[in-house]
């Protein structure tokens, strides 16, 4: 097909124009002219494709077929099966399934996914014959040679065998999209892996790689052809400043997973997350440390993050919460000092800056702590983003200890949602929190279970002095 007989589609009304504008003569929505092949193209294909009923149609004995078999594949990698999803002994990436991993640029999706090629790769793990398990990886960022670096790097350190990976890892050069699913249909490799979704192109579409239409396209095709053949298929995407996968709506509906690896770049911690998940819960996150040679599965994250902990400081307090399944400990720190401005500045990392807002309120008002013009920073150690309410009471108590200069008591955790009028509201699974906390050597939980309101908790742990003194 020639170059220009695409046309551009208005997203927000569907207004189509032959040549890209700025603005939408319709709606007048500005940037939301998309390139896309023009319908009677792709119903020309769809028909010149078909098609005998067999092809769309599907007893319900084969569906059972397929829902019986269950079988999802293991990264080899804990805490990314965790994330992927499963039960009991099953975790992993459900066959024909196609997951979006984004994240930052220089966060370790290149190496994480490498590490799963290694992984994987080995026989004594997969106990199938050779050519079952070939693996493809579409390497558009960066050249073979640099993946095949990285490989015998990651080999090397885990002690797994490069032969079998050489042996079984086919690299593919090409950024045509049409290339990569004629590679796939010929070679059914038993996974495949893009890097990335941005360089890949169609050459049925003028635009640019990684510009909307192409990304959208590219993907539907790559998608189609892993269901396919029952093929995973990971796409890597990256994350433009503003925090969103490039083209990321569009991409978000295609595929199967949308999963977030974020960390601090500096530090070592990093998180993978599920945002959407067709085939798991999208809570669930892995834990990893990321050391020279590759990731390192956290099984203990409450560990971790308590590490650098030192409840002898004013500020400091622990408090725990859910991620996903899993009970979390975390360490919350807060700092409350006079503020030389007119409007005292209110400071979030890693927490909702609403929260600390909400909480200083109810702090000035039913516990009378002076928080009116004092600058408040408060942040969660680790790099970690904590996202449920459990927080508020840990929050409002290192709050209030930093602004007493007082340090909390060490083995004590604070678990519980605090409502406008200073009551201490119960949370989801706090009994499963409450084991963790104690298996971790925490003796003093405090929780709805042993207070009724933030003030009560404040006067047991003497931090309403300002009031009585
Ligand atoms: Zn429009």
Known sequence: MAKGDTVFVCQNCGWTTAKWVGQCYECHTWNAMVEELPIETIANKKSA?????????????????????????????????????????????????????????????????????????QPSKTGSSKSEHKFMYVCGEENPAQVALRIERIAKQFHENVTTVKDNLIFVTTADVDAITAAMQKLKPRCVVVDSIQTV????????AGSVGQ?????????????ALHIPLFLVGHVTKEGVISGPKVLEHIVDSV??????????????????????ATDEVGVF?????????????????????????PGSITACVMEGTRPLLVEIQALVVESQLAMPRRVGRGINLPRIQVLSAVLQ???????????????????????????????????????????????????????????????????????????????????????????????DLQLLKSKTT
Not at 89 to 102: E, R
Not at 201 to 208: F, K, M, R, V
Not at 290 to 307: A, K
């Open 49 to 121: 494709k078909a098609q005998k009923i067999e092809d769309f149609t599907v007893t319900f004995s084969q569906v059972e077929t397929l829902s019986a078999s269950k079988s999802r594949l293991s990264t080899n990698i804990d805490e990314f099966d965790r994330v992927l999803g499963g039960e009991d002994s099953n975790f992993g990436m459900v066959l024909g399934s196609v997951m979006l991993i984004g994240g930052e640029p220089g966060i370790g999706k290149s190496t994480l996914l490498t590490q799963m090629v290694v992984g994987m790769l």
């Open 289 to 313: 440390r990321m050391r020279e040679y590759g990731f390192e599965s956290v099984s203990n994250p409450s560990e971790l993050f308590l590490e650098y902990a030192d409840t002898q400081v």
């Open 259 to 280: 999963l977030e690896l974020s960390g601090d770049r500096t530090g070592d911690l990093r998180i993978l997350r599920a945002i959407k998940n067709r085939f798991g």
């Open 215 to 227: 990304v959208r396209e590219c993907a539907e095709r790559l998608t189609t052809t892993a269901k």
């Open 201 to 208: 192109t169609t050459t049925d579409l003028s635009g640019a």
């Open 365 to 459: 008002k039913h516990c009378y702590l002076p928080l009116g013009s004092t600058d408040i920073f408060a942040s969660v150690a680790g790099g970690f983003e904590v996202k449920e309410p459990s927080i508020d009471l840990g929050l409002a108590v290192a709050m209030a200890s930093s602004l007493n200069n007082k340090p909390i008591k060490e083995k004590t955790v604070f678990i519980g949602e605090i409502g406008l009028l200073g009551e201490i509201r119960s949370v989801n699974l706090l009994d499963r929190r409450i084991k963790e906390a104690k298996r971790l050597g925490f003796t003093n939980i405090i929780s709805k279970k042993t207070h009724k309101s933030v003030r009560q908790v404040l006067s």
